[in-house]
């Protein structure tokens, strides 16, 4: 007669809600110097956590700078906590995103909450603004002042009221 035993583990993460402010999914940038750039953190159970540099790249950067409403291109990945240690859970770590995904939270990567990593591998983000014309709208904005200043001046009048 033989005898099996078997064990089953089970993991689970819970998370408590304390602030509703931030929905499952949500990112910020923090410690860059501007809205650009910074410390990814994203909003998982309520909580914000850091996410690990482990596989981070490129194209997590795409995807997180287009989350934010950036353009994807440009967008540079940094690691080693390169804005500073965030504090909390870890929540992500392994992240692979093909550069296509609309949101974080659709690539690739370990189960929630599960890492090897520590703060000092937080992963961080530098994302572009768009690209405008104004400079070129402006210089032609100018030679047209010129000759019909009154025009102008109008123009400027109902754009502003619009």
Not at 106 to 125: F, K, R, T, W
Not at 133 to 157: D, G, M, N, P, R
Request: aromatic share 12%; hydrophobic share 35%; proline share 2%.
């Amino acid at each position: 007669m033989h005898t099996h035993k078997y064990t089953n583990i089970y993991y689970i993460l819970c998370l408590v809600v304390d602030n509703p402010d931030c929905a499952y999914g949500d990112l910020r940038l923090v410690g860059g110097a501007s809205d650009l750039e910074g410390r990814l953190e994203v909003c998982i159970g309520g909580r914000w956590g850091t996410v690990c540099d482990d596989q981070w790249d490129t194209f997590d950067a795409a995807v997180v700078c287009s989350q934010l409403g950036f353009p994807r291109e440009g967008a540079t990945a940094r690691t080693g906590a390169f804005f500073g240690q965030g504090t909390g859970p870890i929540f992500f770590d392994e992240t692979r995103c093909s550069g296509n995904e609309s949101k974080l939270v659709d690539c690739p990567s370990s189960a929630v909450g599960v890492h090897n990593c520590l703060h000092a591998e937080d992963a961080a983000v530098i994302c572009q603004r768009k690209t405008t014309h104004l400079l070129l709208i402006f210089l032609q904005t100018c030679e047209f002042f010129h000759t019909h200043k009154k025009e102008i001046v109008q123009f400027a009048y109902n754009y502003e009221s619009l």
